[in-house]
T-cell receptor, first 110, second 117 residues
Framework: GIQVEQSPPDLILQEGANSTLRCNFS?????LQWFHQNPWGQLINLFY???GTKQNGRLSATTVATERYSLLYISSSQTTDSGVYFC????????????FGRGTQLTVWP | NAGVTQTPKFRVLKTGQSMTLLCAQD?????MYWYRQDPGMGLRLIHY???????AKGEVPDGYNVSRLKKQNFLLGLESAAPSQTSVYFC????????????????FGNGTRLTVT
């Protein structure tokens, strides 16, 4: 399978700060998604971004497929941003085989 | 529109007991998946289905069976539960896409917390 490494594993911020989360992957992919797992365990899809840049409010993501990494930017963080952020990839050769990283645990303090 | 619904939310089993987890989606998605989440491990794919009547193994299929008799339902069975199957189980679904591409966002259920004693 594809190896997915996320960094940092843990991140603690004060409300209002900006942050960048990184996802490195070991093979070429044509499917990359970012997810947020809130403190109640719910998993929400943030971005489907196999390449390029997308923005959604205070969140944006960039994937440089040729260099095998993706970045998730959180600006003006809020306490509701707390939770675990997962990156998941698939090379597309086998349907449905998304490989998840171990996540970045983000804690935002008021 | 409920999205992806998992039942039950919690369950405690004794070693050797069996059970079935039910996943239902109302988005007419072709693809459905079962993942397990363990501390520090991220999510790992157990089994998946690309359409009604089809199933396939994922990364960690041993000890589990699945069935997709109806498009909207995906069942995960544990025939003889073991403590190593204590985990949080997530079901997900995705739409095939206009051009038949499987590259579409995953939608997750809220999870089932299973403890095997």
């Amino acid at each position: 399978g594809i190896q997915v490494e996320q960094s940092p594993p843990d991140l603690i911020l004060q409300e209002g700060a900006n942050s960048t989360l990184r996802c490195n992957f070991s093979d070429s992919v044509n499917n990359l998604q970012w997810f947020h797992q809130n403190p109640w365990g719910q998993l929400i899809n943030l971005f489907y971004i196999p390449s390029g840049t997308k923005q959604n409010g205070r969140l944006s993501a960039t994937t440089v497929a040729t260099e095998r990494y993706s970045l998730l930017y959180i600006s003006s963080s809020q306490t509701t941003d707390s939770g675990v952020y997962f990156c998941a990839v698939d090379r597309g050769s086998t349907l449905g085989r998304l490989y998840f990283g171990r996540g970045t645990q983000l804690t935002v303090w008021p | 529109n409920a999205g992806v619904t998992q039942t039950p939310k919690f369950r405690v089993l004794k070693t050797g007991q069996s059970m079935t987890l039910l996943c239902a989606q109302d988005m007419n998605h072709e693809y459905m998946y079962w993942y397990r989440q363990d501390p520090g491990m991220g999510l790992r794919l157990i089994h998946y289905s690309v359409g009604e009547g089809t199933t396939a193994k994922g990364e960690v299929p041993d000890g589990y069976n699945v069935s997709r008799l109806k498009k909207q339902n995906f069942l995960l069975g544990l025939e003889s539960a073991a403590p190593s199957q204590t985990s949080v189980y997530f079901c997900a679904s995705s739409y095939e896409g206009v051009l038949g591409s499987y590259n579409s966002p995953l939608h997750f259920g809220n999870g089932t917390r299973l403890t095997v004693t």
